[in-house]
């Protein structure tokens, strides 16, 4: 799924949860909503770097021998 369609999901449950709620209130939802989501991608993404800095340190260990 790329960005521009999680964006839009996170939009559409965002009308949908507070249908018929002011404009406000959809707005701070689909707001929590985009924070949770972009928490979840930085820890993905702080795990991943550490993988690699793992495997970068076995490569060099390896060329090392």
């Known amino acids: 799924m790329d960005a521009d369609e999680i ?3 996170i ?3 965002a009308d ?3 249908a018929g709620e002011p404009a406000a209130n ?3 939802y689909h707001v929590g ?3 949770s989501h972009l928490r979840g991608y ?3 993404s702080e795990i ?3 993988y ?3 495997l970068q340190t076995q490569l060099i260990a390896k060329e090392s021998e």
Do not use: S, V
């Open 33 to 35: 909503l985009l924070e």
């Open 26 to 28: 959809r707005l701070a």
């Open 48 to 50: 991943a770097q550490e």
């Open 42 to 44: 930085i820890q993905t």
């Open 52 to 54: 690699i800095k793992e």
């Open 11 to 13: 939009k559409f449950i």
């Open 7 to 9: 964006i839009d999901n």
């Open 16 to 18: 949908k949860q507070y």
